[in-house]
């Protein structure tokens, strides 16, 4: 019972929670997985984590489809 204490307590770190978030918006996450990342992270975590991985999801895309517009019209 102490371990379950523990580990409830145990804040996750940034990438923990940026490791997380990944497989979560891959929607590929195991029960085990998901039952420690819910007694570790934070909804605050989390969240700030989402965005700035949408964030970033977002920028790459953009750079991306910029660099292929930007050559398709030399």
Known sequence: ???????????ASFFYT??????????????????EDVNKITARQAIIVGLIAVLAFIMTLYFVVSFVIGNTTN
Not at 1 to 11: G, H, I, Y
Request: glycine letters at 6%.
């Open 1 to 11: 019972m102490s371990d379950q204490q523990n580990s409830s307590q145990e804040k």
């Open 18 to 35: 940026m490791k997380s978030v990944m497989w979560a918006m891959l929607g590929v996450r195991r029960a085990k997985g998901y039952d």
